[in-house]
Nanobody, 129 residues
Framework: QVHVVESGGGLVQAGDSLRLSCAASGRTFSTYAMGWFRQAPGKEREFVAAMHWRSDRTYYADSVKGRFTVSGDNAKNTVYLQMNSLKPEDTAVYYC??????????????????????WGQGTQVTVSS
């Protein structure tokens, strides 16, 4: 079993920065990727960013490219999401997800939530205008 816990959300003003953290614990020795998703009120969950653990490749949604940066500390099984130049439309509950234990097939699309098997409870990010 793997447990995923997010932290770092809060209320900020437009233009501010915020850093989210996500720690995975438990049977994390075979974690393949970790990702961030978000869900705004009345909207579907959407992909934000992801990091492939073994290749260090990163992936971003077009809406956050150039503003958000995903990074990780493999030794701590922790992934971070640095969010700069925040906008009111970034307001959402941010979820961290991990793909662990179950090897992913080649060519896995890390922007799809279905490819992650462990999820955190989410952390609220509110950006005021």
């Amino acid at each position: 079993q793997v447990h995923v816990v997010e932290s770092g959300g809060g209320l900020v003003q437009a233009g501010d920065s915020l850093r989210l953290s996500c720690a995975a614990s438990g049977r994390t020795f075979s974690t393949y990727a970790m990702g961030w998703f978000r869900q705004a009120p009345g909207k579907e969950r959407e992909f934000v960013a992801a990091m492939h653990w073994r290749s260090d490749r990163t992936y971003y949604a077009d809406s956050v490219k150039g503003r958000f940066t995903v990074s990780g500390d493999n030794a701590k099984n922790t992934v971070y999401l640095q969010m700069n130049s925040l906008k009111p439309e970034d307001t959402a509950v941010y979820y961290c997800a991990a793909r662990s234990l179950s090897p992913p097939p080649a060519g896995t699309n890390w922007a799809q939530g279905i490819n992650y098997n462990y999820w955190g409870q989410g952390t609220q990010v509110t950006v005021s205008s």
